[in-house]
């Protein structure tokens, strides 16, 4: 796969959020949640300060990944390449910067989410050479608000 030359990739800034959302918005297998709020992208970018990308095809914003860590392991979100772009290595592209940025920050292993009913984006993680555990639950709970 040749990488596209028309695309650029970015760090992703609170300029970047509407369309970013937008994008999120509508592509399948998001799982968008109170968290993807302006707010609580603000505050995620803030805890993990130029880590998460844009692909940029002139101005347009045509892909996104939300990159972080805890100190022991990185986490990467909401992957995604706009319909109409996909197939271009896009997704590849923002998977690579994104790995790149964490293995810079001394973090040896990464891992993302996925619903188990996204074909397509099973194959590509797939693709990326990335386990997929049948092992383990994903466990959550909510907190109260303070
Ligand atoms: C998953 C996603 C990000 C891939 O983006 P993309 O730019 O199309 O991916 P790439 O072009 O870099 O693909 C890299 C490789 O992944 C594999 N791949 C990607 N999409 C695939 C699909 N739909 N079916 C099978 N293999 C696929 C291929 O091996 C591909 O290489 P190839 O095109 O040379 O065969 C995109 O389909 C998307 O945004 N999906 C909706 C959101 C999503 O599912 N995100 C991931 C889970 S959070």
């Known amino acids: 796969m040749q990488p596209d030359q028309d695309i650029i990739i970015t760090v992703l800034t609170m300029e970047h959020y509407e369309a970013v959302y937008a994008l999120w918005c509508g ?13 609580g992208t603000e505050k995620y970018l803030l805890r993990n300060p130029g880590m998460s990308r844009v692909a940029l095809d002139g101005d347009r914003v045509v892909g996104a990944v939300l990159v972080g860590h805890d100190g022991r392991r990185g986490y990467l979100n909401h992957l995604a390449v706009s319909p109409d772009c996909r197939r271009r290595g896009v997704g590849a592209m923002l998977l690579t910067e994104a790995l790149e940025v964490l293995r810079a920050d001394g973090i040896g292993k990464c891992h ?16 990326a050479d990335w386990h997929i555990h049948e092992e383990i639950c994903l466990i959550s709970k909510k907190l109260p608000p303070v």
Do not use: I, P, Q, Y
Request: charged content about 30%; some cysteine.
């Open 27 to 39: 592509c399948e297998g998001m799982g968008l949640t109170e968290a993807d709020s302006r707010e």
């Open 112 to 127: 993302g989410l996925v619903f188990k009913d996204n074909v397509n984006g099973l194959e590509f993680w797939r693709a």
